[in-house]
């Protein structure tokens, strides 16, 4: 099972980002799918989940308002559109899957390696 994460970067205060994750075939199609992200000097925490039928979503209070999490069955593909984006969402995101993923790290199995996003003020 291999996730790749991609589209992070460096963007003003204010700006927009969409981050993308691409999955096997058998992930995507079976598995619920989730965007974490880890801060410098910080745990990695919850930013947002995807069921695997695309129906439930859920967001961390943080960015509830501003991400929007989706998937495209078609191009085995999640993403995270990042809105409205400050300086304290920078970190390292990372994508990952499971059966039962929620909104809990130790709910997934299988991690992608991280994409970078810099937000400058």
């Known amino acids: 099972v291999q996730l790749q994460a991609s589209g992070g970067g460096l963007v003003q205060a204010g700006g927009s980002l969409r981050l993308s994750c691409a999955a096997s075939?058998?992930?995507?199609?079976?598995?619920?799918m989730g965007w974490f992200r880890q801060a410098p000097g910080k745990e990695r925490e919850f930013v947002a989940h995807i069921s695997w039928t695309g129906l439930t979503t859920d967001y961390a209070d943080s960015v509830k308002g501003r991400f929007t999490i989706s998937r495209d069955g078609t191009k085995n593909t999640m993403y995270l559109q990042m809105a409205s984006l400050k300086p304290e969402d920078t970190a390292v995101y990372y994508c990952a899957a499971d059966e039962r993923g929620g909104t809990l790290l130790s709910e997934y199995e299988f991690w992608g390696q991280g994409t970078l996003v810099t937000v400058s003020s």
């Open positions: 075939e058998r992930t995507f199609t079976s598995y619920a």
